[in-house]
């Protein structure tokens, strides 16, 4: 090319240029028509179209004939409905004969992008096709012929195939994987026909409990807990103890969200609420389940083998056995006695550090008593006392 030719080719750049901002709309891409290569134009930005022979003054567009200055560009908006030049023969001449005519094959690719959405299993393969998720509406599509996948996170997983498969695939690689179609590499025309699918992976749910062991006192109410997660969304249920699975009963109330659930029960019962709650989440995939030990607290049981071991004038001495806490720790050891030579005291009591033995003082000597001996805890006295005379 002629150093006339390359000024005249430069001049055109910037007239396209600034008769695209005079319009709002500039140029993003020229393409020179007239080389001996098509044009492929993808709907997304105003283009420039450059006669190869940049001394040439009338442009043709299918059977329209338009008028123009030497070199300058024919301005084609994408941004707006071309379909109709798709497979026209664009061309421009100078002479009047049109035997310096030089024109190429204009397409205007109009990608078509489907709404996609692919779903896989956890740990089986993954596959996908470029025809699936993008297409090209007309004969264009014979020069797009190179392709690339990319991962949700940019990286690239195919670098020249319309396929591409992932072994073993994990919920951690759900995302949007788009695939890329590239312009045949001598062709004249703009390389970003694009398309992606939506990519979810279906897993089993797995089921937590972040409190596997509660304690609470009867009459009181509790809420017991667990989380899970898994795809899709599981069903989630809770299992009474005896195995029953709860539903609409009086005194429990089950409440779900997308991520956890609760279950209340409220007036404990003090050994008909206590055991092993079941949570349960399933889906097609598979059935996760843990679980809560509910220990309804209830007052001691009274102690067993009440025996005195020694007596003097104004002392006897206790020892026992301790029964079941109540599922409480112990906390305190109250002993009450009444003496039938004084039948005007009223009954007495002496409280005591939690053991199995403890020491009554300051008794009246020669006489005889009737002792009461009860164990504590958070929730309260033992209901009936262990007795001795």
Avoid at 30 to 38: E, K, L, R
Wanted: net charge neutral; hydrophobic share 40%.
């Amino acid at each position: 090319m002629a150093l006339s030719q390359k000024v005249i080719l430069l001049a055109a750049l910037i007239l396209c240029q600034f008769y695209g901002l005079a319009t709002s709309q500039p140029c993003l891409y020229n393409f020179t028509i007239g080389n001996g290569q098509p044009v492929i134009i993808t709907q997304s930005a105003p283009v420039c179209l450059i006669c190869f022979n940049t001394a040439n003054t009338t442009w043709i567009v299918g059977v329209v004939v338009s008028n123009g200055t030497a070199g300058a560009p024919y301005i084609l908006n994408v941004m707006s409905p071309v379909t109709t030049l798709s497979g026209v023969q664009v061309g421009c001449y100078s002479l009047p004969e049109a035997t310096d005519l030089v024109s190429s094959l204009v397409y205007v690719a109009t990608p078509v992008v489907p709404q996609v959405v692919t779903y896989v299993n956890e740990t089986e393969t993954l596959n996908l096709d470029c025809t699936k998720v993008v297409t090209v509406s007309d004969a264009a599509l014979a020069f797009f012929n190179v392709y690339s996948w990319f991962s949700p996170v940019g990286s690239t997983i195919s670098p020249s195939s319309k396929t591409a498969s992932l072994s073993s695939i994990s919920r951690t690689a759900a995302g949007n994987y788009t695939c890329v179609t590239r312009l045949f590499t001598n062709a004249n025309g703009v390389a970003n026909v694009s398309g992606s699918t939506l990519v979810v992976v279906y897993y089993p749910p797995t089921v937590l409990s972040p409190q596997p062991t509660v304690y609470m006192a009867q009459g009181r109410s509790i809420q017991l807990n667990c989380t899970f997660d898994g795809l899709p969304a599981p069903a989630v249920t809770w299992t009474y103890p005896n195995g029953s699975v709860i539903s609409s009963w009086p005194r429990f109330t089950i409440q779900t969200t997308s991520t956890s659930s609760s279950l209340t029960i409220t007036s404990l019962v003090g050994g008909g609420d206590n055991g092993t709650y079941i949570c349960t989440a399933s889906n097609f995939r598979n059935v996760s389940s843990n679980t809560v030990q509910l220990y309804v607290q209830i007052p001691p049981d009274p102690p067993s083998n009440l025996m005195v071991t020694t007596v003097d004038n104004s002392s006897i001495s206790l020892s026992w056995t301790n029964g079941f806490n109540g599922f409480s720790p112990f906390s305190d050891v109250v002993i009450s006695y009444e003496v039938d030579r004084y039948p005007q005291d009223a009954t007495r009591s002496q409280t005591f550090s939690m053991g199995t033995s403890a020491t009554l003082v300051g008794l009246y000597p020669y006489s005889n008593y009737t002792i009461h001996v009860r164990l504590t805890n958070a929730v309260g006295l033992t209901s009936n006392p262990t007795n001795i005379t």
